[in-house]
């Protein structure tokens, strides 16, 4: 599986992006997809997971109420949907996909990694 995140960009604290995650390969809709970031001199977190039929989802407490993870299996995507954005919220995005059914929090459960794309909350 191979993963192409998009989506990210510059906005003000209080707007919103909404983050696509493309996939090739026929087993995209066996696997749960989560997205972690990264921002400036920290390790990268969890963000947001869904499971692979997209019944369960999971969320770091910091963006919970705030974002929503989905997905659409007949077009091998992944979304994150950013609203209430905070300055603290920059960072470089990461989608992965994990062969385990349900969600997961941690990043050694993931088996693929798109590239990353850039979110700046400026305030």
């Known amino acids: 599986v191979q993963l192409q995140a998009s989506g990210g960009g510059l906005v003000q604290a209080g707007g919103s992006l909404r983050l696509s995650c493309a996939a090739s390969?026929?087993?995209?809709?066996?696997?749960?997809m989560g997205w972690f970031r990264q921002a400036p001199g920290k390790e990268r977190e969890f963000v947001a997971a869904?499971?692979?039929?997209?019944?369960?989802?999971n969320y770091a407490d910091s963006v919970k109420g705030r974002f929503t993870i989905s997905r659409e299996n007949a077009k091998n995507m992944v979304y994150l949907q950013m609203n209430g954005l905070k300055p603290e919220d920059t960072a470089v995005y990461y989608c992965?996909?994990?062969?385990?059914?349900?969600?997961?929090?941690?990043?050694?459960?993931?088996?693929?990694w798109g590239q990353g794309t850039q979110v700046t909350v400026s305030s």
């Open positions: 869904i499971s692979w039929r997209g019944v369960s989802t």
């Open positions: 390969g026929r087993t995209f809709s066996t696997y749960a």
């Open positions: 992965a996909g994990s062969r385990l059914i349900s969600t997961s929090r941690l990043e050694y459960e993931y088996d693929y």
